[in-house]
């Protein structure tokens, strides 16, 4: 008695927008499976525990407000071993009688930016520093467009939370996963924090708390490189001396620096070097709306 096949089929599948009677949109989806068992005698339930088998409260694949609300296995006509799954997902949710224990909303979107680039993404000279023919960094630094991906969390609390001062631009020092999506350590930052004004459901009063979380797989420490005017007096630490140039001239230009703080002699993008700069808070983020510990 198991399900031997459980296979998504184009056959039923639709979808819809349609706008409630208090002016809100709602979408509605359906997927639809074709399962086959090897017993004729197998029930609706052993459809249902198939790993494959979508459950109740489950994302839809294409739209992340949306939620399965219904998984319907039928028998087909023509054979007790094969079943139609239609699952039914909506982003119409039924609100709960305390407003705080609404779940919290989560959307996701890209925000455009323009950044400057140090070094190489692609091509031959990859992760090699961006220098131009003659040998020189660009100053200042080439810029050129990127994007970050961002999750907007909205949380039905019951007052201001007091933690918001502390998270004003704050980073992630651990591992999390947000709305199902691990996060690596540094790569997430509070952008922004939205407080509503009071509201009331139930007579139980409530705020609505909106966060914009921002993404940057490369980390949210700044890279700048590692160069100046001034070195490392090579014969006493304690000082600095003005950087000359090959032929002995004090130089003009910025010039790299090595990690003991001494000119490079013959710099270029392979020995040149950027230094980390840590610029925001770090904070633990598992405890916020949305966030959740990294699964053991």
């Known amino acids: 008695m198991s399900v031997i096949s459980f296979d998504e089929i184009h056959n039923g599948r639709d979808g819809e927008d349609q ?18 068992t090897n017993d004729a005698t197998d029930e609706a339930a052993t459809i249902l525990i198939v790993a494959a088998c979508p459950n109740v409260g489950a994302l839809y694949p294409g ?8 998984v319907q296995p039928r028998n087909e006509s ?23 224990d609404d779940p919290a909303k989560i959307s996701w979107s890209t925000s455009q930016y323009t950044r400057p680039y140090f070094k190489h993404a692609a091509g031959p000279n990859k992760d090699e520093m961006i220098q ?9 630094p080439v810029e050129g467009d990127d994007a970050r991906w961002g ?11 007091g933690w918001i001062g502390q998270y004003k631009h704050a980073i992630n020092d651990a591992a999390f996963t947000l709305d ?14 939205d407080i509503s004004e009071p509201q009331e459901r139930n007579d139980i009063a ?10 940057n797989e490369d980390t949210w420490i700044k890279l700048v490189l590692n160069d100046g005017f001034y070195e490392v007096d090579p014969n006493d630490p304690t000082k600095r001396i003005q950087i000359t140039d090959n032929l002995g001239s004090k130089t003009t230009e910025s010039w790299p620096l090595d990690e003991d703080g001494h000119k490079i002699t013959n710099p270029m993008p392979s020995n040149a070097i950027c230094v980390d700069c840590y610029l925001y808070r770090e904070l633990s983020f598992v405890d916020l709306p949305g966030c959740e510990p990294v699964p053991e």
């Open 132 to 140: 131009n023919t003659a040998g020189y960094y660009f100053d200042p």
């Open 151 to 161: 999750a907007n969390v909205q949380k039905n609390v019951a007052a201001v939370p």
């Open 180 to 193: 199902g999506y691990p996060v690596g350590v540094r790569m997430a930052k509070i952008s922004g924090i």
């Open 78 to 100: 023509f054979s007790k071993l094969v079943w139609i799954v239609t699952c039914s997902y909506s982003t119409e949710r039924e609100l709960a009688e305390n407003p705080l």
């Open 63 to 70: 739209d992340p407000r949306a939620y399965c609300q219904r």
């Open 206 to 215: 409530f705020r609505v708390l909106s966060m914009r979380i921002d993404l």
């Open 19 to 36: 706008l409630s009677s208090d002016g809100k949109q709602i979408s509605r989806y359906t997927r639809v499976f074709r399962a086959a």
